[in-house]
């Protein structure tokens, strides 16, 4: 069975830096594209950033401007997104999903349960 | 702003037929396929459609998703009170090198 299972989220205070793990199992990691998905609360979905399956390949969200860094470790299954300079816009819902190939063609096809991370003074 | 447009509510009733339109451009839509994910308040998206009109096994066939240029559409027919949900469109766009979505459409069934 596939899991993505999200942690390390919580309140942090304005710029401020928060880092989060997703855990992959059920499937070959180190195949998939991975992305971080966001959804402020109330609000739609937002993609942030995606990572290819060796890492070659790294893309943000426009909006970011430098403050986040996707990572993976391949051996340890696992996903990070680090968050610096944090910010009350960054308040939100935050998913890991994989996609079975790059460039669009496959879809985000399963998601975890997502993390909370509150940015609040 | 999202880059994809959706109406922001939609409504039937049971055993109606309702449809979610998906409205793109030439770098997302017109040159990629769309995916479909349903929310219910309070879990993860669930993909509904993929690759314009396909669906992940256990999606009955009551959901279909015909695409058309650089729009989209997401069909539900003989709806039933646990279609209740948000409904989003998704696609990546090769202008922004990124996943793009629709802004969510809330479906009521009354």
């Known amino acids: 069975e596939v899991q993505l299972v999200e942690s390390g989220g919580g309140l942090v205070k304005p710029g401020g830096s928060l880092r989060l793990s997703c855990a992959a199992s059920?499937?070959?990691?180190?195949?998939?594209?991975m992305n971080w998905v966001r959804q402020a609360p109330g609000k739609g979905l937002e993609w942030v950033s995606s990572?290819?399956?060796?890492?070659?390949?790294?893309y943000y969200t426009d909006s970011l401007k430098g403050r986040f860094t996707i990572s993976r470790d391949n051996a340890k299954n696992s996903l990070y997104l680090q968050m610096n300079s944090l910010r009350a816009e960054d308040t939100a819902v935050y998913y890991c999903?994989?996609?079975?190939?790059?460039?669009?063609?496959?879809?985000?096809?399963?998601w975890g349960q997502g993390t909370l991370v509150t940015v609040s003074s | 702003q999202s880059v994809l447009t959706q109406p922001p509510s939609a409504s039937g009733t049971p055993g109606q037929r309702v449809t979610i339109s998906c409205s793109g451009s030439?770098?997302?839509?017109?040159?990629?396929?769309v995916n479909w994910y349903q929310q219910v308040p309070g879990t993860a998206p669930k993909l509904l459609i993929y690759?314009?009109?396909q669906r992940p096994s256990g999606v009955p066939d009551r959901f279909s998703g015909p695409k058309s240029g650089t729009s989209a559409s997401l069909a539900i027919s003989g709806l039933q009170s646990e279609d209740e949900a948000d409904y989003y469109c998704?696609?990546?766009?090769?202008?922004?090198?990124?996943?793009?979505f629709g802004g969510g459409t809330k479906l009521t069934v009354v």
């Open positions: 999903a994989r996609v079975p190939c790059s460039g669009g063609t496959c879809p985000l096809d399963y």
């Open positions: 059920g499937f070959a990691f180190s195949s998939y594209t």
């Open positions: 990572i290819s399956s060796s890492s070659n390949y790294i």
């Open positions: 030439s770098s997302n839509i017109g040159s990629k396929s």
């Open positions: 690759s314009n009109n």
């Open positions: 998704a696609t990546w766009d090769d202008s922004l090198n990124g996943w793009v």
